[in-house]
C-alpha cells in the first residue's frame, strides 16, 4: 500500500498539470521552449504517475480498469468486475 504522502504528492502533480496546460500548450504551439523551462517541474504532464485507485500501487497498472494487476486479480476472482472470468481450458 502507498503512503498517503506518495498519493498526495501525485494529487499535486495532476493539479499543477491542470492549472498550466493552457499555458503550456500556448508556449509549445509557439515554439518558445525557453518559456516552458521556466514552468515547474511538475506541470509536465509526464510528471503525473498512474496509480491503482484502491492500493496506490504504482507498477504494473492496468489502465483498463484503474488498478495495479494484484488488486485485479483479487476483484476479478470475487467477481467483482463484470465480463472478467477465471480462463480455464
Known amino acids: 500500500m502507498a503512503t498517503k504522502a506518495w498519493l498526495?504528492?501525485?494529487q499535486r502533480k495532476l493539479k499543477t498539470v491542470k492549472?498550466?496546460?493552457?499555458?503550456?500548450?500556448?508556449?509549445k504551439a509557439k515554439g518558445d521552449y525557453a518559456g516552458l523551462q521556466k514552468?515547474?517541474?511538475n506541470a509536465s504532464p509526464v510528471r503525473v504517475v498512474n496509480r491503482c485507485k484502491i492500493?496506490?500501487?504504482r507498477h504494473a497498472?492496468?489502465?483498463?480498469f484503474g488498478v495495479s494487476r494484484l488488486?485485479?486479480?483479487e476483484l476479478a476472482l470475487n467477481g467483482l468486475i463484470p465480463g472478467v472470468?477465471?480462463?480455464s481450458w
Open 39 to 41: 514552468l515547474p517541474k
Open 61 to 64: 497498472y492496468i489502465r483498463k
Open 19 to 27: 492549472k498550466y496546460a493552457a499555458v503550456r500548450a500556448e508556449l
Open 71 to 73: 488488486t485485479f486479480r
Open 85 to 87: 472470468t477465471k480462463a
Open 8 to 10: 498526495a504528492r501525485n
Open 55 to 57: 492500493t496506490g500501487r
